[in-house]
């Protein structure tokens, strides 16, 4: 009789030992999932290097073909005061002059 409640005893802790294993076990492997599910959505939403790279390519090549905001400000400036020499020109020689 002392032998089956040892014996009982020894069964239960053995099942409760292997519930737990089995818990954390399975809660390993579910964390496991997550963590590859979340690198699998990493690698498509973000880019990859050499697009990167790509990128920084056209950037450099638009900033060496277009000018920039002050220079196309001093362009107009010195268009806008060629139009007014033409405009004075004009008006001497129709003889309206400001003068």
């Known amino acids: 009789m002392n032998t089956d ?3 009982n005893i020894v069964q239960l802790a053995l099942t409760c ?3 737990v294993v089995a818990f ?3 809660r390993t492997i579910s964390e ?3 963590c ?3 690198i699998s ?4 939403k973000f ?3 050499s697009e990167l790279d790509e990128c920084k390519k056209d950037i450099a090549q638009v900033k060496a073909d277009y000018i920039t905001r002050e220079d196309f400000f001093r362009e107009q400036d010195n268009t ?3 139009l007014d020499k033409i405009m004075s020109v004009l008006l001497e020689i129709k003889g309206d002059s400001k003068q």
Do not use: H, P, S, V
């Open 5 to 7: 409640i040892f014996t």
């Open 17 to 19: 030992g292997i519930g």
């Open 24 to 26: 954390f076990l399975k």
């Open 32 to 34: 496991l999932d997550i």
């Open 36 to 38: 590859k599910q979340n």
């Open 41 to 44: 959505d990493m690698k498509e």
């Open 47 to 49: 880019i990859k290097r």
């Open 80 to 82: 806008r005061r060629q």
